[in-house]
């Protein structure tokens, strides 16, 4: 089911700036039942991310209601969320008037959550090289050709994901995944102010380091590092935390970080949080 | 008139990756009484482009046929090709097997296209600086955010284009035109193997520059060189050539090399070179 702009629907105009420039941002989550998972905080983060396009965000309750309607009939669903800056005349200008328009639908989970999460994924090192650019790091905006590309670079089915390093040779991300480290008894993930998507479960793995009273850093990392690192694991709304059992082919053993990562990923903290 | 698949549509779905990830190319270039012009480069571009990406290319005719048919009610329009990977499953993979979605669409030309190429354009130096990708660079993709931003920067109408540099402090080009100088008597414009967008005009005005025995280099300029040069020009395929007269808040004086590059252009090529 997709709605847009509340109305079920399947279409968009062919002139929304969506389409002609990647002119929006969205957001993919988990729904159980018509239930939105950490709803407040992805609302939170889409907001944010539109606001950074100056983009009005619809308002709360309006979204969460067409959440809840395309989710509703499913046991557990993907839906997501997609804001553009709507139809406007031709050329990269625009008003600041334009009528955002909102899509939600849902779609099915991806395949093996609870397989992968248990037994870890293999992961591989990408050779595309993340841009770096401050204006649109860490918002999950509709210009994903990055991804796209980097996805591209391998076909077998038991690589669950690839990593992404910028530029510079430092690591970003997975191509839809935030990634971590234990390195040297430290929680540490990348440090995205250049390039990467700073996602919802990477910002709620965090706090809750700090809340458990593990060290947790956000900091420059290296693929050395991740080589050397004693687990590495990556994040995403829908998936949790997989751990990565190899990389590139040599096998990695799966920790107990990890694990409690896992574990803290499984409670709610929407309210204690915002 | 829009095309969506050749068929009379105004919508697209709203699965589409050209709209999920901006995963498509596009071309926007007049069209008179049904007849594009420069037509033969546009496709070459267009094909060029969606290579780059593994996308199918519409056959020539097919093409053609929709172009003519959506432009050919108008005295002089701007037409524009859409090209994306089409609908497919959630998520950045792709099988390679999607059907393209063609949009084929006619909108009224820019304002003021004489005048300005007459009297020349007033342009600003833009504060966001492109980021470099070489996987994408010279591609006309649907990853268009930085444009979107960049055009954003200034709202004074005569303003008609905003100059934009990478990083490392060269130049590349307008929000939505190529750049040339004249600088110590040679004819230069920026090398894009790193952002930026490599036009059909600009690939014009280097072959007729060549043609005519005229030196012209693609090369690493500075915003420097910029500030230095005898003349400063933009082009894009529906603009022509605009003279520009100030930078800044600066006044320039427009240059023959400008107005040989304007009578250049009104000669159709296609017929010599391709």
Redo the contacts between chains.
């Keep these: 089911m997709?709605l847009?702009n509340g109305e079920a629907?399947?279409?968009?105009?062919?002139?929304?700036?969506?389409?002609?420039?990647?002119?929006g941002v969205?957001r993919?989550f988990p729904s159980r039942q018509g239930r939105p998972l950490v709803w407040r905080r992805q609302y939170a983060k889409l907001a944010h991310d539109a606001a950074a396009?100056?983009l009005q965000t619809p308002n709360v309750d309006v979204l969460e209601r067409e959440v809840r309607a395309v989710s509703k009939d499913h046991e557990g669903c993907?839906v997501?969320i997609?804001l553009?800056r709507g139809s406007g005349a031709?050329?990269?200008?625009?008003r600041g008037d334009e009528h955002v328009t909102r899509?939600v639908?849902a779609?099915p989970l991806?395949p093996r959550i609870a397989e992968r999460q248990a037994g870890g994924v293999k992961v591989r090192l990408c050779s595309?090289r993340l841009?770096?650019?401050p204006?649109?790091a860490g918002i999950k905006?509709?210009?994903?050709?990055?991804?796209?590309?980097?996805?591209?670079e391998w076909n077998e089915p038991d690589i669950a994901e690839g990593i992404l390093c910028d530029?510079q040779g430092h690591v970003i991300s997975g191509?839809?995944s935030n990634v971590f480290v234990v390195l040297d008894g430290t929680l540490a993930t990348p440090r995205l102010d250049l390039?990467g998507v700073a996602g919802v479960t990477r910002e709620r793995v965090i706090d809750a380091a700090r809340r458990a009273g593990m060290p947790c850093v956000v900091k420059t990392l290296s693929w050395t590092d991740v080589l050397a690192a004693h687990e590495v694991f990556l994040v995403n709304s829908l998936a949790g935390a997989w751990p990565v059992c190899a990389i590139d082919g040599e096998a990695r053993a799966l920790g107990e970080v990890t694990r409690a990562v896992q574990r803290w990923l499984e409670f709610e903290d929407d309210a204690e949080v915002l």
């Design positions: 997709i847009v629907h399947s279409d968009i105009p062919a002139t929304d700036r969506g389409l002609a420039y990647g002119d969205f993919t396009l100056k993907a997501k997609v553009t031709r050329g990269y200008g625009y899509i639908s779609g991806p595309l841009a770096a650019q204006a649109l905006h509709l210009n994903r050709l990055e991804n796209v590309l980097a996805r591209a530029t191509t839809m390039c």
